[in-house]
């Protein structure tokens, strides 16, 4: 079992930046995929931006490259994600899971959840 509690999120103008984190507990093992989603009002869960537990190697959704940087910290069980140049469209709550297979960009490849943190840009 895996428990993940998100924090970092708030409100923000246009612009600004929000670290979020992730902490994990419970085993992560290496072939574990840490993957960052978020979810605005009428849409969908999408993938933002994730790394590969063991290896450290990232992925990152269109929308975030550039722009976003994810990142973790092993000794402290948590992951991170750097958001830069926000802009309003990036609205929405963002929630952290954990796919112990690999990486992957479905929301329903993942078997753990956090409860999400909400993320506001103002214009």
């Known amino acids: 079992q895996v428990q993940l509690v998100e924090s970092g999120g708030g409100l923000v103008q246009a612009g600004g930046s ?25 849409n969908q869960r999408e993938f933002v931006a994730g790394i590969r537990w063991g290896v450290g190697n990232t992925y990152y959704a269109d929308s ?11 000794a402290e069980n948590t992951v991170y994600l750097q958001m830069n140049s926000l802009k309003p469209e990036d609205t ?12 992957s960009t479905l929301h329903s490849s993942y078997e753990y959840w956090g409860q999400g943190t909400q993320v506001t840009v103002s214009s």
Do not use: E
């Not at 929000?18 to 009428?42: I, N």
């Not at 975030?64 to 092993?74: H, I």
């Not at 929405?92 to 990486?103: E, L, M, S």
């Open 64 to 74: 975030a490259k550039g722009r976003f940087t994810v990142s973790r910290d092993k």
């Open 18 to 42: 929000l670290r979020l984190s992730c902490a994990a507990s419970g085993r992560l093992f290496s072939s574990s995929f840490m993957g960052w989603f978020r979810q605005a009002p009428g």
């Open 92 to 103: 929405a709550v963002y929630y952290c899971a954990v796919d112990r297979n690999g990486y």
